[in-house]
């Protein structure tokens, strides 16, 4: 009957006291509760505007529509997302084949090559490239590189293109690949590493043949994480790749094969998704108008679309991770 | 067998070719993205400061008054002989390579545009060299002390400049009120509370200060004269921090040193104050500048003074003043042609214009000022209050610790969240639902805010959980609240990490372009912002619309300058946040 042995009262704390404890530590919950706020402040923010908009625009003419005008001058409205989503794939796609390699590369150079002081004076310096603001990456884009890919590889080249955006937004990325790819890596433990070279394989075959496999779900969860990334970039795209929502030329090669001439997109100006949105806040921002709305629901889509994936990187990264 | 036999054809045999080349593969993989960042940031520099119109000439005078001289001190500091003989390795064979590898280059692939190989040595040698020179003398004690004193220079500056911005929005005599009824008497009846040990004064320190407070924002509305706005900001900024100063030194050296640290400042500050508006400068703001960098550049003599070690490091920044002056005399003398820089004073002084020549970037400055300082304090103060609260408020069990998980959880996906769609909950939220307004200072701040905050939280959360739990378990034990525990043990612990953490976001913040133009940030405004509710423009904001500019003069020059401008003050604010984090680990 221990239970019922009164113990001395070790916390008996003046009123005061206890009013400062309660009070400090509802201010910490509130601050902790703002996040949970902003979380539903933008579902609900997204999404009551968005359907308004969906009111005027059935979804499936939103999801299917070829045609993206919002503020036509003559008239008749078009808000088929299609387009845009050819933009932003263009970018990503095209980001992906800059940030992937070079960040892998970069990722097995870090963890199994480099030599720890080479390590703490480059991925310092990496992390460099995903700090500088992205409108200075776009004014790179337009200014200085694109005058230069004109000058030398692609002379038919406009001025506005998503050759140079893609470049900056894959640059741009590299570390978001290389940082995460290279913690999963450091974390495959030394043992399998040793019965590798034990068995005889070389340094080259230890990387590439156990390091890379072993960590593969943190290196697939970084690719996703950087797409996720390049999908939700804005100011490269809005400062160098300018605002024409166009539907690629779609060309038949032999057999009737359909086929798209990448240069067609690469070169030309084009439209992402968030170029849209910025395009349309040069007209009224009060609120109330189809065009107002249509932006969020574009934001919607790019909301719904960076959440899906991070969330699948995240399970990625969870589930099938190996254990040591 | 069979497959024995065809195991032996290839067996030992290893190819070391594959693994060279893959290693190298992957190094220039690590560097490729750093070589091009690196290329267009030689090329902005170029463009922003004109260079490619500097004469060698005037490239040789700057580069053997200012360059050298820093460099020797830097060896002398080092004091190193390994160092200096690699050092002038570097440049001397540098200098050869280079000139040999531009010709070369320029003679048989392509012309190089708007460079020429002195301008290439400049950057691709002298500068790497310049850096590591510093680094590794900033590691003797002269050295040290020497960019130690620089530090205290340039950040004092730096602090007076943003302060006086400030004062452009926030009326000067409220915090009039506010210093005089509400911290004066606060931070007093602190300081009693801790001199006596009662800790029921140090209680009352809250409430004192927030009637205070409210007194103030009344009274404001009351009383109808006021003194001066100079002799507003001697009061409520220059006496105090001159006192702090005083009283840093006191402690060690005496009344006389105290007075000397606190009141030379003072008076010299005072004076510049009075005199700046016959100059022709706005007089407070050149008495904060002097005041905020003298009394800390006091302070740090005199202890540098006191410890007796490295003075001659004192003489550096005398060096680099020397160096720009005999260097800017040589070039006057012979009449060297020299280049006219898109970014100069005038640049961070003036309007915006539609002329290249008379554009500046003084109201977006002021506006970035002003929605950073905000951000700062909203972020900062929600960031430690998220992550004490779930680092040290909550179990990892039970229901309370699944809503722990959730808002983890909930922090990593908002961090991931894309920075537009920030902006739509800027302009639907807090512009068009909450009323404060389509582009103003406010609606920015608090977006951004939120933007950042995910990030604030995360690296504030890491910084309280690397704080030792024998600390926590030995306040605990001496049966302290939890509250206690936190304020006097694992706050103080874990603030270098969170200050470190909060810079490095508001890094990020400063260069946000996306959802200032959601929010509908003004593209170009004429006059700096005079309230929180005016519309406003940031520097990314203006640097976006000037890139969008058809003119030569705008793409590469103005913009130039522009984007050079911000990137010094984000190389600023991250150095600052290293520096921070680097003392804080050696002190630990």
């Keep these: 009957m221990t239970d019922s042995t009164e113990s001395p009262d070790l916390s008996r704390r003046g009123g005061l006291t206890r009013l400062k404890e309660g009070t400090y530590g509802g201010l910490f919950a509130a601050c902790a509760a703002i996040t949970l706020l902003t979380t539903v402040a933008i579902f609900v923010t997204l999404l009551s505007d968005a359907l308004v908009f969906f009111r005027s625009v059935p979804i499936a ?3 299917t529509g070829i045609n993206w005008s919002p503020n036509p001058a003559g008239g008749g409205q078009a808000f088929g997302i299609i387009p845009l989503l050819i933009g932003t794939l263009t970018v990503t796609i095209t980001a992906a084949f800059i940030s992937i390699p070079i960040g892998t590369l970069t990722a097995i150079y870090l963890s199994e090559y480099a030599t720890p002081n080479a390590r703490s004076i480059l991925k310092p310096l990496l992390e460099i490239l995903a700090g500088i603001p992205t409108v200075v990456y776009g004014y790179f884009a337009l200014v200085y590189v694109t005058p230069a890919l004109k000058a030398t ?163 990625i990264a969870q589930r099938y991770r190996e254990e040591y | 067998m069979a497959t024995d036999n065809a195991n032996a054809d290839g067996f030992g045999e290893v190819s070391r070719v594959r693994g060279i080349v893959f290693e190298y593969l992957s190094l220039g993989a690590s560097v490729f993205g750093l070589v091009a960042l690196g290329v267009l940031l030689v090329y902005v520099a170029i463009d922003a400061f004109d260079l490619a119109n500097a004469s060698p000439e005037w490239l040789l005078t700057y580069f053997l008054t200012l360059v050298v001289p820093f460099l020797a001190f830097c060896l002398y500091s080092a004091d190193d002989a390994a160092v200096t003989r690699r050092a002038l390795g570097a440049l001397g064979g540098g200098l050869v390579a280079v000139a040999a590898l531009f010709t070369a280059i320029e003679a048989l692939v392509v012309p190089i545009p708007r460079l020429n190989w ?14 590591y020179l510093a680094y590794v003398g900033s590691g003797g004690r002269v050295g040290a002390v020497g960019f130690g004193l620089l530090g205290r220079l340039v950040g004092g500056v730096a602090v007076g400049l943003a302060a006086g911005t400030l004062f452009l929005v926030f009326d000067p005599l409220l915090w009039f009120l506010a210093y005089t009824l509400g911290v004066l008497p606060a931070v007093g009846l602190y300081a009693l509370g801790r001199l006596r040990s009662s800790p029921r ?57 105290a007075v000397a640290v606190g ?6 500050a005072t004076a510049g104050g009075f005199l700046a508006s016959s100059a022709g400068l706005p007089a407070p703001t050149v008495l904060l500048v002097l005041v905020l960098t003298g009394v800390p550049t006091a302070v740090y003599v005199s202890r540098v003074v006191d410890a007796g070690e490295g003075l001659a490091g004192l003489g550096l920044p005398f060096l680099l003043a020397g160096g720009v002056i005999a260097g800017a005399l040589v070039v006057q003398t012979f009449g060297f042609p020299t280049p006219e820089p898109w970014l100069d004073g005038s640049f961070l002084t003036a ?70 769609v920030y902006g739509l909950l800027g302009l639907g939220l807090f512009a068009n639902l909450l009323g404060l307004g389509i582009g103003t200072a406010v609606t920015a701040a608090l977006t951004l805010s939120l933007l950042i905050l995910p990030i604030t939280i995360i690296s504030a959360q890491e910084a309280i959980r690397s704080v030792p739990d024998d600390l926590r378990r030995g306040s605990d034990a001496m049966g302290a609240t939890r509250w206690q525990t936190t304020k006097n043990v694992v706050l103080p612990e874990a603030m270098p990490g969170i200050l470190t953490g909060t810079i490095l976001a508001l890094g990020r913040a400063i260069g946000e372009t996306a959802p200032l133009i959601m929010i509908g940030a003004a593209t170009t405004v004429f006059r700096a912002p005079d309230s929180l509710f005016s519309r406003f423009s940031a520097m990314p904001m203006q640097i976006y619309t000037w890139a969008g500019f058809p003119q030569a003069d705008f793409r590469y020059g103005v913009v130039a300058a522009g984007v050079i401008t911000l990137l010094i003050i984000l190389v600023g604010m991250n150095g600052t946040a290293i520096l921070l984090r680097n003392r804080a680990e050696r002190g630990s």
Excluded: C, H
């Design chain 2, 351 to 420: 309007a915006p214009s539609r002329t290249p020549t008379d554009a500046g970037l003084y109201p977006a400055i002021v506006g970035s000022v002003i929605i950073i300082a905000l951000v700062a304090v909203l972020s900062f103060a929600l960031g430690v209050g998220t992550s004490v609260f779930l680092e040290e408020y909550t179990p990892g069990t039970g229901p309370l610790g699944t809503l722990t998980r959730i808002l983890q959880v909930n922090v990593a996906n908002l961090a991931a969240v894309p920075s537009v």
């Design chain 2, 118 to 131: 002195q301008l290439a040595y400049l950057f691709v040698v002298a500068a790497p060299v310049t850096a």
């Design chain 1, 153 to 315: 590889l692609f002379p038919e080249m406009s001025t506005f293109n998503a050759l140079a955006a893609s470049i900056m937004v894959g640059i741009m990325t590299i570390p978001m690949v290389s940082s995460i790819s290279e913690d999963a890596m450091s974390a495959v433990p030394d043992e399998l590493r040793q019965a590798g070279y034990g068995l005889g394989a070389t340094k080259f075959e230890v990387s590439t043949g156990i390091v890379v496999p072993a960590s593969i779900s943190g290196i697939a969860s970084s690719y996703i994480l950087a797409v996720s990334r390049a999908i939700g970039e804005t100011m490269i795209v809005v400062v160098a790749m300018g605002a024409q929502a166009r539907m690629p030329e779609i060309q038949e090669a032999l057999f009737g094969i359909p086929f798209v001439n990448p240069a067609d997109v690469l070169l030309q100006s084009g439209m992402t998704i968030t170029v849209a949105m910025v395009q349309i806040t040069g007209g009224d921002l009060t609120g109330g108008t189809l065009p107002y709305n249509s932006m969020f629901a574009l934001g919607l889509a790019l909301f719904a679309v960076t959440l899906v994936m991070n969330v699948i990187s995240d399970i």
């Design chain 1, 61 to 63: 003419e939103f999801l």
């Design chain 2, 263 to 268: 009141g030379a400042p003072l008076v010299v």
């Design chain 2, 201 to 257: 004064a140090q209680t009352a320190t809250v409430p004192v200060g927030l009637v205070g407070l409210v007194a103030a924002a009344f009274l404001r509305e009351v009383v109808a004269t006021y003194p001066s706005d100079l002799l507003i900001y001697l009061w409520t900024i220059a006496i105090p921090v001159a006192a702090a100063g005083a009283l840093l030194v006191g402690d060690r050296r005496g009344r006389t040193a």
